[in-house]
């Protein structure tokens, strides 16, 4: 079965300081993974999706993702955290067979601190 | 272009009463899908449509929830009767296609509260 693991509820940062979500996944076959955005009061936005090709996913607003496969994980990263970076991140896997159902993680809330 | 509609934005219901939620997707995209967001969670997928077909209705509680996307364009999603645990968020999402890599588009949402 597929499953997303994102294991902190809360990452702090500084303003300007580097930034690492971590998310880490089981699926079987090849994963299509992504990464979602919520701000308060409105939807998820996208940010970026690995599907296949470079280990290294560049997306919005300066974010980036590093797929490695033997680790199964997709952390988000981002080399200065703004303030305006904080929100609600969710990392995503989809199947590549079957219903090709979307699993989201739990969700890490970002706070970046001025 | 257009993003994901939905309406209303927010409900208030007594328990055992009776609600539902309007979607529509972009343009174009043929698969709709009816997430819930219980606080401090991830969504969890209720109903997969592609076209006006249903692809996934595991997880939907199909003794009060139902939901239809008759001409395969905008859909609605019913809680019949509501239960205090239904509370949540109810988010639309829309995709291109139903096998393609494409990501999801969501909605704004529906915040629902059952007292």
């Known amino acids: 079965a597929q499953s997303v693991a994102q294991p902190e509820d809360q990452v702090n940062v500084a303003e300007g300081n580097p930034l690492t979500v971590k998310c880490t996944y089981s699926v079987s076959g090849n994963p299509y993974l992504f990464w979602y955005v919520q701000y308060p009061n409105r939807g998820l936005q996208f940010l970026l999706k690995y599907i296949t090709g470079d280990n290294l996913v560049k997306g919005s607003y300066g974010f980036e993702a590093e797929f490695n496969k033997s680790q199964t994980s997709f952390h988000l990263k981002k080399p200065s955290a703004l303030v305006s970076d904080s929100a609600l991140y969710f990392c995503a896997v989809r199947g590549s067979s079957g219903t090709y159902k979307y699993i989201f993680g739990t969700g890490t809330r970002l706070k970046v601190l001025a | 272009e257009a993003g994901v509609a939905q309406s209303p934005r927010y409900k208030i219901i007594e328990k055992r009463q009776s609600v539902a939620f309007w979607c529509n997707p972009i343009?174009?995209?043929?698969?709709l899908y009816w997430y819930q967001q219980i606080l401090g969670q991830g969504p969890k997928l209720l109903i997969q449509?592609?076209?006006?077909?249903?692809?996934?209705d595991s997880q939907l509680p199909k003794d009060r929830f139902s939901a239809e996307r008759l001409k395969g364009v905008d859909s609605t999603l019913k809680i019949q009767p509501a239960k205090l645990e239904d509370s949540a968020v109810y988010l639309c999402a829309s995709t291109e296609s139903f096998t393609g890599y494409n990501e999801q588009f969501f909605g704004p949402g529906t915040r629902l509260t059952v007292l």
């Open positions: 449509f592609q076209n006006n077909g249903v692809v996934d």
């Open positions: 343009s174009g995209h043929a698969t």
